[in-house]
C-alpha cells in the first residue's frame, strides 16, 4: 500500500534551479554578445521605474496596492515591487502581494521571513486539492502571515473549510489560523468568478465567509475582480471604463451580502489589470483632457461611491506593468505626458541570426514560441506579430548588412517551437534601420512579457543608466519552477 503523501513534500526542491552563485560567476560582467542564446534580459532601470511609477500613483490617489508576482516570478523583482527603486524598509509603500501558484508563495518566503511580504493572496479560485500543500508550507510555519485564499463556488470554500477543521484537529492548534477568504467576481472577462447578477451563490459565498469569523479559522475580506479585457483596449478612455467596471461590479458584489458584517470591519474591493492600474496615472494633478469623458464621469461616481460605503478599501492590483511589453505599449492608456512606448519595456529576447533569405526580405532567429511566447498581437499598424527587433547593436558588430533596407524595422512575423522568422517592414519606424547578417545578436521586444519569460530558467539584469548602457550583465536573477 502507498504511504500517504505528504502535501508539504510537493515543493520548489521537485523543480531544481540552477544556483544564482553558479550563474552569477558565469555570466555577471559579461557583454551581452557574448551570452549564450536564446535569453532573458531585464534592465533594471526601466524596472525600477515601472515599479515607483505604480506605487507613487497609487499613494498619490489614497489607494493600496497588491503586486502580482506571476510576471516575473523572481524574489528580486518582488523587492522592487513592495519597496520601490530604493528598497528602503523604512518606507515601505506595501507588503500585499498575489500568487497565481503555490511554488510562487513558496518562493516569497525569504520575504516572509524579512517582514517584507506581510500579506499574500493566493489569487487563484482554490482547488481543494491544493489547500493542505498551502497551509502546510505556510501557514503552520508563518501563522501571522495574512494568508487569504479566492473562491468563487460555494463548493471550493465549503471544502477548504472542512479540510482546515481537520487539520486544525489533527495539530491541536485551535482557532489561530484566521486565513482571510476573498470571493472572485467576474466584471466582464468571462475567465474566472461569479456574476455580480448571481444573487444567490454571491450571497451564500458571502455570508458562509462572514461566518467563518466566529470559528477563528476564516474570515471574509472581501472581492476580487480581473479586467483582462482590458488588454484589447486602445486608449485611456476603454482601460478607464473598465476599471470603473470593475469597482461596480465589486460595489454591487458587496452590497448583496455584507449586511451582516459587524460595524468596524473593513473589506476590500480588489480590482486590476496593468491597463486597468496603469489608467489611474490620468487621474493624477497636471493630467488634462479627461474632466469631460464619460468614462472618468463614470469611474469617479464609483470611487466615490466606495468612499460613501466607509468600510470598504479600494487595492489595485497588476502585474506586468513591472516589465510591460507590447500588448501593454499598445493599449495606450497613459496621456503624454506620461504615455508609455518602447522605452517603457523592460524585457527583450536575446535570439541570434542563423539564416538570411534575400528573396523574400526575412531572417532566421534561434528563438519560437518556447523562448517568447504563443500569442500574436496587433503593434506598429500590424495586424499580427510576435515581437519586434529593438534598434540595439552590438557593440563590436559591424554595420554592414547583407539585406539592402529603406527606413522601416524588423518584426518576429512568425514562430514555430524553436524557430523565428524576422521579417522587414517599412511602415514599422520605431526600431532604427538595422542590418542583420548570420551570427548578428538581436533584442526582441515580446508581446507578452509573462509567457515570453516562462521561457527561461534566468534573467540577465543589465542597466541602462549605467556607463556600459545596458550592455554588461549586472546580475542574475533565477526564476522560480513548477507549479
Same mark, same amino acid.
Given at each position: 500500500?502507498?504511504?500517504?503523501?505528504?502535501?508539504?513534500?510537493?515543493?520548489?526542491?521537485?523543480?531544481?534551479?540552477?544556483?544564482?552563485?553558479?550563474?552569477?560567476?558565469?555570466?555577471?560582467?559579461?557583454?551581452?554578445?557574448?551570452?549564450?542564446?536564446?535569453?532573458?534580459?531585464?534592465?533594471?532601470?526601466?524596472?525600477?521605474?515601472?515599479?515607483?511609477?505604480?506605487?507613487?500613483?497609487?499613494?498619490?490617489?489614497?489607494?493600496?496596492?497588491?503586486?502580482?508576482?506571476?510576471?516575473?516570478?523572481?524574489?528580486?523583482?518582488?523587492?522592487?515591487?513592495?519597496?520601490?527603486?530604493?528598497?528602503?524598509?523604512?518606507?515601505?509603500?506595501?507588503?500585499?502581494?498575489?500568487?497565481?501558484?503555490?511554488?510562487?508563495?513558496?518562493?516569497?518566503?525569504?520575504?516572509?521571513?524579512?517582514?517584507?511580504?506581510?500579506?499574500?493572496?493566493?489569487?487563484?479560485?482554490?482547488?481543494?486539492?491544493?489547500?493542505?500543500?498551502?497551509?502546510?508550507?505556510?501557514?503552520?510555519?508563518?501563522?501571522?502571515?495574512?494568508?487569504?485564499?479566492?473562491?468563487?463556488?460555494?463548493?471550493?470554500?465549503?471544502?477548504?473549510?472542512?479540510?482546515?477543521?481537520?487539520?486544525?484537529?489533527?495539530?491541536?492548534?485551535?482557532?489561530?489560523?484566521?486565513?482571510?477568504?476573498?470571493?472572485?467576481?467576474?466584471?466582464?472577462?468571462?475567465?474566472?468568478?461569479?456574476?455580480?447578477?448571481?444573487?444567490?451563490?454571491?450571497?451564500?459565498?458571502?455570508?458562509?465567509?462572514?461566518?467563518?469569523?466566529?470559528?477563528?479559522?476564516?474570515?471574509?475580506?472581501?472581492?476580487?475582480?480581473?479586467?483582462?479585457?482590458?488588454?484589447?483596449?486602445?486608449?485611456?478612455?476603454?482601460?478607464?471604463?473598465?476599471?470603473?467596471?470593475?469597482?461596480?461590479?465589486?460595489?454591487?458584489?458587496?452590497?448583496?451580502?455584507?449586511?451582516?458584517?459587524?460595524?468596524?470591519? !473593513?473589506? *476590500?474591493? @480588489?480590482? =486590476?489589470?496593468?491597463?486597468?492600474?496603469?489608467?489611474? %496615472?490620468?487621474? &493624477?494633478?497636471? $493630467?488634462?483632457?479627461?474632466?469631460?469623458?464619460?468614462?472618468?464621469?463614470?469611474?469617479?461616481?464609483?470611487?466615490?461611491?466606495?468612499?460613501?460605503?466607509?468600510?470598504?478599501?479600494?487595492?489595485?492590483?497588476?502585474?506586468?506593468?513591472?516589465?510591460?511589453?507590447?500588448?501593454?505599449?499598445?493599449?495606450?492608456?497613459?496621456?503624454?505626458?506620461?504615455?508609455?512606448?518602447?522605452?517603457?519595456?523592460?524585457?527583450?529576447?536575446?535570439?541570434?541570426?542563423?539564416?538570411?533569405?534575400?528573396?523574400?526580405?526575412?531572417?532566421?532567429?534561434?528563438?519560437?514560441?518556447?523562448?517568447?511566447?504563443?500569442?500574436?498581437?496587433?503593434?506598429?499598424?500590424?495586424?499580427?506579430?510576435?515581437?519586434?527587433?529593438?534598434?540595439?547593436? !552590438?557593440? *563590436?558588430? @559591424?554595420? =554592414?548588412?547583407?539585406?539592402?533596407?529603406?527606413?522601416? %524595422?524588423?518584426? &518576429?512575423?512568425? $514562430?514555430?517551437?524553436?524557430?523565428?522568422?524576422?521579417?522587414?517592414?517599412?511602415?514599422?519606424?520605431?526600431?532604427?534601420?538595422?542590418?542583420?547578417?548570420?551570427?548578428?545578436?538581436?533584442?526582441?521586444?515580446?508581446?507578452?512579457?509573462?509567457?515570453?519569460?516562462?521561457?527561461?530558467?534566468?534573467?540577465?539584469?543589465?542597466?541602462?543608466?549605467?556607463?556600459?548602457?545596458?550592455?554588461?550583465?549586472?546580475?542574475?536573477?533565477?526564476?522560480?519552477?513548477?507549479?
Amino acid at each position: 500500500m502507498a504511504i500517504p503523501l505528504d502535501p508539504s513534500a510537493v515543493n520548489q526542491s521537485l523543480y531544481p534551479a540552477p544556483s544564482k552563485e553558479t550563474l552569477t560567476s558565469l555570466f555577471v560582467d559579461q557583454p551581452l554578445s557574448a551570452l549564450p542564446t536564446p535569453g532573458a534580459v531585464l534592465d533594471l532601470a526601466v524596472v525600477k521605474r515601472n515599479c515607483d511609477r505604480m506605487l507613487k500613483t497609487c499613494e498619490a490617489l489614497g489607494l493600496s496596492f497588491r503586486g502580482h508576482v506571476k510576471s516575473h516570478k523572481t524574489i528580486e523583482l518582488t523587492r522592487y515591487q513592495l519597496l520601490g527603486s530604493s528598497l528602503s524598509l523604512d518606507e515601505q509603500p506595501t507588503g500585499s502581494t498575489c500568487v497565481s501558484t503555490i511554488a510562487e508563495a513558496e518562493g516569497l518566503i525569504p520575504l516572509i521571513r524579512e517582514g517584507i511580504v506581510t500579506d499574500m493572496l493566493y489569487a487563484f479560485p482554490m482547488p481543494p486539492s491544493s489547500f493542505p500543500r498551502l497551509h502546510k508550507l505556510l501557514k503552520v510555519p508563518f501563522p501571522d502571515l495574512r494568508l487569504s485564499v479566492l473562491v468563487d463556488k460555494y463548493e471550493q470554500l465549503s471544502s477548504c473549510w472542512e479540510l482546515l477543521e481537520g487539520l486544525t484537529s489533527e495539530e491541536g492548534n485551535g482557532s489561530t489560523w484566521n486565513y482571510g477568504i476573498f470571493v472572485k467576481v467576474d466584471s466582464g472577462y468571462s475567465r474566472a468568478g461569479v456574476h455580480p447578477t448571481e444573487l444567490s451563490p454571491l450571497q451564500n459565498m458571502i455570508e458562509l465567509a462572514t461566518n467563518l469569523k466566529d470559528s477563528g479559522i476564516a474570515s471574509f475580506r472581501g472581492v476580487y475582480t480581473h479586467a483582462g479585457h482590458s488588454y484589447s483596449g486602445a486608449n485611456p478612455e476603454d482601460a478607464m471604463w473598465s476599471l470603473a467596471d470593475e469597482i461596480k461590479c465589486g460595489l454591487d458584489a458587496l452590497q448583496v451580502g455584507t449586511e451582516g458584517c459587524e460595524a468596524g470591519d !473593513e473589506v *476590500t474591493v @480588489s480590482v =486590476g489589470a496593468s491597463p486597468t492600474a496603469l489608467v489611474l %496615472g490620468n487621474l &493624477l494633478q497636471g $493630467v488634462e483632457g479627461f474632466d469631460n469623458s464619460t468614462s472618468f464621469a463614470y469611474l469617479q461616481r464609483e470611487l466615490k461611491r466606495a468612499r460613501d460605503m466607509k468600510r470598504v478599501k479600494i487595492e489595485i492590483h497588476a502585474g506586468v506593468y513591472t516589465t510591460l511589453d507590447l500588448q501593454q505599449v499598445a493599449t495606450n492608456v497613459l496621456s503624454v505626458p506620461r504615455a508609455i512606448g518602447l522605452k517603457d519595456i523592460a524585457l527583450t529576447i536575446l535570439a541570434e541570426v542563423a539564416s538570411i533569405y534575400h528573396r523574400r526580405s526575412e531572417a532566421l532567429v534561434n528563438v519560437g514560441t518556447t523562448g517568447i511566447g504563443r500569442e500574436p498581437g496587433p503593434s506598429h499598424s500590424l495586424e499580427n506579430m510576435w515581437g519586434l527587433v529593438s534598434n540595439w547593436r !552590438e557593440p *563590436t558588430h @559591424s554595420l =554592414g548588412g547583407t539585406v539592402p533596407l529603406n527606413d522601416g %524595422g524588423w518584426v &518576429l512575423k512568425k $514562430v514555430s517551437q524553436e524557430h523565428g522568422i524576422l521579417a522587414w517592414k517599412p511602415t514599422v519606424s520605431s526600431a532604427a534601420r538595422l542590418p542583420l547578417e548570420i551570427s548578428h545578436k538581436v533584442r526582441i521586444f515580446p508581446q507578452h512579457a509573462c509567457i515570453a519569460g516562462s521561457g527561461h530558467g534566468w534573467y540577465y539584469v543589465v542597466d541602462s543608466d549605467q556607463p556600459d548602457g545596458g550592455n554588461v550583465v549586472h546580475d542574475i536573477w533565477v526564476r522560480w519552477r513548477g507549479w
